[in-house]
């Protein structure tokens, strides 16, 4: 599987951005799918995800309530909607899948930089 992230940018506090991931090379609907980010000197973070099956959906509480990951098995493809935008948000996000019964993400994208600043 080839994922493709896209949709980075520099933003203002309080605004939003939508991350993509597109997949290529192999479906992606049986999956879990996965955004972290990392931020200089810093771990990487979990950030959201979805299940392949009926698409519960997990967040940590530093994005919840403003972070919504979604996805469209017709364009084999994940979404990260962030809102209220925070200086914190500020990384490079990656999207990932899980193959089933893997306890980690075995394919990763690129990356996007996403930078949040007045």
């Known amino acids: 599987v080839q994922l493709q992230a896209s949709g980075g940018g520099l933003v203002q506090p309080g605004g939003s951005l939508r991350l993509s991931c597109a997949a290529s090379?192999?479906?992606?609907?049986?999956?879990?799918i996965g955004w972290f980010r990392q931020a200089p000197g810093k771990e990487r973070e979990f950030v959201a995800g979805?299940?392949?099956?009926?698409?519960?959906?997990y967040y940590p509480d530093s994005v919840k309530g403003r972070f919504t990951i979604s996805r469209d098995n017709v364009e084999n493809a994940v979404y990260l909607q962030m809102n209220s935008l925070k200086l914190e948000d500020t990384a490079v996000y990656y999207c990932?899948?899980?193959?089933?019964?893997?306890?980690?993400?075995?394919?990763w994208g690129q990356g996007t930089q996403v930078t949040v600043s007045s």
């Open positions: 979805i299940s392949w099956s009926v698409g519960s959906t």
């Open positions: 090379g192999r479906t992606i609907s049986s999956y879990a």
């Open positions: 990932a899948v899980r193959l089933p019964g893997r306890a980690g993400y075995d394919f």
